[in-house]
């Protein structure tokens, strides 16, 4: 074990200090911090990859610097236009407290570059969650259900929750004491989802902010998926259907908003790249592994009045029929 960790150490020191290149602005984001977690909790996070150049971006090896983390590339040629992700997993049962973990994307065309990303988490043995997190199953569209878990910290240190918060605005979360009794304090979290909550399966993170300085920061995984009507916009998966028109509805001109899209199939598969979107349209796949239904967050920034239309391709690795195209539209107003 010692002789494991020093060798986790030593490569991440010889790694050196990360470089700006051309490879660094294909990622939205170098970093990702999980905070503080449970001992043993397995942590997910993809780093989405949009291909912003005119020539074919291959990636040629992904690597780690501790044996604690996996990564690996979705699709490895990803043309221009295209999108997909670097999925990285940490295995928190591999150490305790902080840990931070360099993954190098190696680039082999248009030129060679190596991009570094981070992941780090703090792995505590002194708290524990009742579930991996805050799973309000299958629910349907407009209504307003909720989901609790409880967040138990022992030891001398234990320290009080302060504050609650979560990254989607549609989940509304709270945190409440349940027991302080011999050196345990206890909490109940509880969520609620708002009514207007857009249909799809999709995760969020519940943050919880601690007095303690050993772990500032707790993170809680959300997960929820929600049925939606026949008029929400979904895209269905085949290999012989025309291009599937998807209306997005009225969204005002100098704002950012957000839509889902549901792509459907008989049998699982994974999305390997995106293509067709531009600053006005972005598009982020949400699940990274195999999955009958995947869910796409269409991010609309317009700035002029009218319709928007874009034909949007998504890759997939389903035989004999790996790319759905749809057209999405919106309409957009004052």
């Known amino acids: 074990m010692l002789r494991y960790s020093l060798f986790c150490v030593l490569f991440f020191t010889a790694a050196g200090q990360a470089h700006a290149s ?17 001992h043993g909790q397995l942590q997910t996070h993809p780093f989405r990859l949009v291909n912003n150049t005119s020539q074919t971006v291959v990636i040629s090896n992904v690597r780690v610097s501790c044996g604690c983390t996996a990564a ?7 043309a221009p236009g295209q999108e997909t992700a670097i999925v990285a997993k940490m295995d928190t049962s591999r150490f305790f ?5 360099t993954i190098f994307v190696q680039f ?19 708290v524990s969650y009742s ?18 878990m409880t967040v138990s910290f022992t030891g001398s240190m234990v320290g009080k929750i302060t504050d609650v918060k979560c990254d989607s605005n549609y989940i509304q979360p709270e945190v409440q004491e349940l027991r302080n009794i011999g050196g345990m304090t206890t909490y109940k979290v509880s969520a609620k989802i708002r009514d207007d909550a857009p249909a ?12 303690n300085p050993a772990m500032k920061q707790l993170r809680i995984p959300v997960n929820v998926e929600i049925e939606g009507t026949k008029s929400q916009a979904t895209a269905e998966v085949s290999a012989v259907a025309p291009v599937n028109a998807v209306t997005l509805g009225n969204v005002k001109a100098g704002m ?10 008989k049998q699982p598969f994974r999305i390997t790249g995106v293509s067709g979107t531009d600053s006005e349209v972005e598009i982020r796949t949400i699940d990274t592994d195999s999955q009958l239904v995947h869910v796409l967050t269409v991010t609309l920034r317009p700035n002029e009045l009218g319709d928007l239309s874009r034909t949007i391709r998504v890759e997939t690795d389903i035989p004999n029929s790996p790319t759905i195209d749809f057209n999405a539209r919106a309409t957009i107003i004052p």
């Open 22 to 38: 051309w490879g660094d602005s294909l990622f939205e984001e170098h970093n990702r911090d999980f905070g503080a977690v449970p």
């Open 72 to 78: 690996r590339a979705l699709q490895t040629v990803v």
């Open 97 to 101: 407290e902080h840990r931070t973990v």
């Open 108 to 126: 082999s065309q248009p030129q060679f570059d190596e991009v570094r990303l981070t992941v780090k988490a703090n792995s505590r043995d002194d």
């Open 131 to 148: 579930s991996e997190g805050l799973n309000f199953g299958k629910i349907k569209q407009g209504a307003n259900p909720a989901a609790s």
């Open 200 to 211: 799809g399966r999709w995760y969020s993170d519940v943050w919880l902010t601690t007095s």
């Open 256 to 265: 950012e908003t957000d839509r889902k899209i549901v792509l459907r199939a």
